[in-house]
């Protein structure tokens, strides 16, 4: 498509408008405005923290110049756009969080002795501009404020440049010195597995996640009478989660999963269109982002009607097992997969007490059988932060298969799922799906569970649901 093709279907985008235009009324509306004498704003907490990330980046890249674009806002449908969240390496260097302007681009130079970083966005372009009031996108009379070059600076203790003028001042560089995530694999390791350690501001942002998080799950026992009188229960289940990370956080850290009966043995439900049971458990995956974009990602298996059978108890035990057995073993030296295997070690017994195969479990446990891994496939835990499967891009070495060092955060989530149509199992556990998945911190002797406060026992879940429906 041509570049004149191209701008004509952009501009009847906006046909339906009725917007006044020339320039006596661009003259007219931006006069006799109030003198905005807001001073500017403190520098943030996070700012001290991100200049040191980039200092790391330099480091690792001396002599180059490394460009990290936060991204373009996505379009939901024509002229609307999903709420915008910058890519998670700019949100960590810049430490702009919910507050970046799309489309900027973070340019660390480290080609001198002391790296020095520039933030390019699209800063506002004032009210005596056409943009305030015609620009749907980004006119501050439709979507309010938009910072200045000054604001940005004061507030995360970075230069400043408009993002008009990045492509000059990239094209005075060889491109072989610039290095972008688009085109250089071990930038983009490195970024990933320099968030494998969180310094203090990211452990602080997390904890906020995770009581977040937790109002959030309170609110689902509190609506779980509600869910059972409607036909698809799991999406009023999802909706009051929903409401409280708006009101507490900025957004979902990702797709909530309201699984109610089977549904939860598919293990990324996310349609969450069905009905809620009394009876039956209800597997909820859900966490709230904060502002700064750290997520919590928590799981609970709840009855619905606020107790267990003695089946569920039975199955949910099982999981818990597995789970406090990587707790007992979980601390600084002891590698990721040892975590991993210990949980399984625990599965493998459970499913060959309950007698689904033959062979025993040691025999399950070896790498060519793994008979158990068909009622738990995926994996004991991940790494947590700024993404919910944070570090995802780090090298196998530095995640899999690298020892567990202080300040890291990961979840503990074994489960076990029993397909409806699972022939191998008796037919009173087919349906059911249990998921315990915790939040946890890796101290100098162990690890701190931080969603501690979320019931984790039968009995205790039992008593916490019987106080919050009271």
């Not at 001290?48 to 001396?62: G, L, T």
């Not at 020095?116 to 309010?144: D, H, T």
């Not at 350690?197 to 799950?217: Q, T």
């Not at 601390?331 to 949980?343: D, I, L, Q, R, W």
Request: net charge positive; charged share 25%; aromatic share 8%.
């Amino acid at each position: 498509m041509s570049k004149d093709a191209a701008k004509k279907l952009a501009e009847r985008g906006s046909a339906r408008s009725h917007r006044p235009t020339g320039n006596k009324f661009v003259k007219y509306i931006g006069t006799n405005w109030a003198i905005d004498t807001t001073p500017l704003p403190k520098q943030s907490k996070v700012a001290p923290f991100a200049a040191a990330r980039r200092d790391a980046v330099a480091e690792a890249f001396q002599g180059k110049i490394v460009v990290i674009a936060a991204g373009p806002e996505l379009a939901r449908s024509n002229d609307d756009f999903y709420r915008y969240r910058p890519n998670s390496a700019f949100a960590h260097l810049t430490g702009w969080g919910s507050s970046t302007v799309s489309d900027s681009v973070l340019v660390i130079d480290a080609r001198g002795k002391k790296q020095k970083s520039v933030l390019y966005f699209r800063e506002s372009a004032g009210k005596k501009s056409a943009e305030f009031f015609s620009n749907s996108q980004i006119g501050e009379f439709w979507v309010g404020f938009r910072p200045n070059l000054k604001q940005v600076a004061a507030l995360l203790g970075i230069q400043t440049k408009s993002l008009s003028k990045l492509d000059a001042d990239l094209a005075e560089h060889k491109k072989k010195n610039v290095l972008t995530l688009e085109k250089s694999t071990k930038l983009v390791e490195f970024v990933s597995e320099l968030r494998l350690i969180k310094d203090s501001y990211e452990i602080a942002e997390m904890k906020k996640a995770v009581a977040a998080s937790i109002k959030g799950f309170e609110s689902i026992v509190k609506n779980l009478s509600a869910a059972t009188k409607h036909p698809r229960g799991e999406r009023i289940v999802e909706a009051a989660f929903y409401a409280e990370a708006r009101a507490e956080g900025y957004d979902l850290g990702y797709g909530t999963i309201a699984a109610a009966g089977s549904h939860a043995c598919t293990l990324h439900w996310v349609d969450n269109d069905g009905p809620v049971k009394p009876g039956e458990l209800i597997l909820v995956d859900a966490g709230v982002e904060v502002e700064s974009l750290y997520t919590a990602d928590v799981t609970r298996t709840l009855p619905i009607n606020g107790k267990f059978s003695k089946l569920q108890k039975e199955i949910y035990m099982a999981v818990l097992e597995a789970a406090d057995a990587v707790f007992a073993m979980a601390k600084p030296g002891v590698t990721y997969s040892e975590m991993h295997k210990t949980a399984m070690k625990v599965i493998a017994q459970k499913t060959a007490d309950w007698g689904f195969y033959k062979g025993g479990y040691e025999e399950s446990l070896k790498p060519e059988n793994q008979w158990h891994r068909r009622w738990m496939i995926h994996g004991t835990g991940h790494h947590l932060g700024l993404d919910v499967h944070d570090c995802a891009q780090a090298r196998r070495e530095m995640y899999h298969d690298h020892v567990l060092e202080e300040g890291m955060i990961f979840t503990i989530e074994p489960g076990l799922y029993f397909h409806k149509d699972d022939l191998m199992v008796p037919k009173e556990f087919r349906g059911i799906g249990v998921r315990i998945e915790d939040d946890v911190l890796v101290t100098r002797t162990g690890v701190q569970n931080l969603t501690a406060k979320l019931p984790r026992k039968p009995e205790e879940i039992e008593a916490w649901m019987a106080k919050l429906k009271a």
